[in-house]
């Protein structure tokens, strides 16, 4: 006998965090139109890997101070590189 199981609980801890800092530096970046910041999300979720939880509060219950520090840059390192990934893709393509 098969029980229905809920999966909706998984997900990837760094979908969040990468969508507001995609949303947080957007302004710095005016020449990238907003339906190209989903792309600018997958690209850096992409250099981030998955790290996947149920419950984003025990995850950072057990992350000491310096790992979440950590997190944070490699978040942060990934979202940059993506923006520039992806607007210097489109000025690739403005130009042909």
Same mark, same amino acid.
């Given at each position: 006998?098969?029980? %229905? *199981? #809920?999966?909706? /609980? @998984? &997900? %990837? &801890?760094?979908?969040?965090? @990468?969508? $507001? +800092? =995609? /949303?947080?530096?957007?302004?710095?970046?005016?020449?990238?139109?907003? #339906? +190209?910041?989903? $792309? =600018?999300?997958? =690209? +850096?979720? %992409?250099?981030?890997? /998955?790290?996947? *939880?149920? &419950?984003?509060? #025990?995850? %950072?219950?057990?992350?000491?101070?310096?790992?979440?520090?950590? *997190?944070?840059?490699?978040?942060?390192?990934?979202?940059?590189?993506?923006?520039?990934?992806?607007?210097?893709?489109? +000025?690739?393509?403005?130009?042909?």
């Amino acid at each position: 006998m098969t029980t %229905n *199981i #809920d999966f909706t /609980s @998984v &997900h %990837n &801890h760094y979908e969040r965090p @990468v969508f $507001d +800092a =995609v /949303s947080r530096l957007a302004p710095n970046y005016p020449y990238l139109e907003a #339906d +190209a910041l989903p $792309d =600018v999300a997958c =690209v +850096a979720l %992409n250099r981030l890997g /998955s790290r996947y *939880i149920r &419950h984003t509060v #025990d995850l %950072n219950f057990y992350l000491t101070e310096k790992e979440r520090l950590a *997190i944070e840059q490699t978040i942060g390192e990934a979202v940059t590189y993506a923006f520039e990934f992806v607007q210097a893709r489109i +000025a690739m393509r403005a130009r042909r």
